[in-house]
């Protein structure tokens, strides 16, 4: 069992940046696959980035490629996703999630999920 927890969401002027973090409970968080997603009012839940068990490898949703950055540190049991060049489409709830299985982009890969942090870009 795995206890996500996110933070680090706010109201942001566009261009700005923030950065998110995830805290995860349990002594077994190097053996998940770590990812975000996000659910903007009236969209379907979407993909954002992932970073694979050792933090060796990342991939990024082509929306968000260039502007922001995933990253972990497995002795701290922690993810983060530092953003950049926001823009007002990026505005949505932000979710971390984990799953024991390889990279992949599809939510249902994913076993646990935080509560969600909300980023607000405005124009």
């Known amino acids: 069992q795995v206890q996500l927890v996110e933070s680090g969401g706010g109201l942001v002027q566009a261009g700005g940046s923030l950065r998110l973090s995830c805290a995860a409970s349990g002594r077994t968080f190097s053996s998940y696959t770590m990812c975000w997603f996000r659910q903007a009012p009236g969209k379907e839940r979407e993909f954002v980035a992932l970073?694979?068990?050792?933090?060796?490898?990342?991939v990024y949703a082509d929306s968000v490629k260039g502007r922001f950055t995933i990253s972990r540190d497995n002795a701290k049991n922690t993810v983060h996703l530092q953003m950049g060049s926001l823009k007002p489409e990026d505005t949505a709830v932000y979710y971390c999630?984990?799953?024991?299985?390889?990279?992949?982009?599809?939510?249902?890969?994913?076993?646990?999920w935080g509560q969600g942090t909300q980023v607000i870009v405005s124009s």
């Open positions: 970073i694979n068990r050792s933090g060796g490898s990342t």
């Open positions: 999630a984990a799953g024991p299985r390889g990279p992949r982009t599809d939510a249902y890969a994913y076993d646990y």
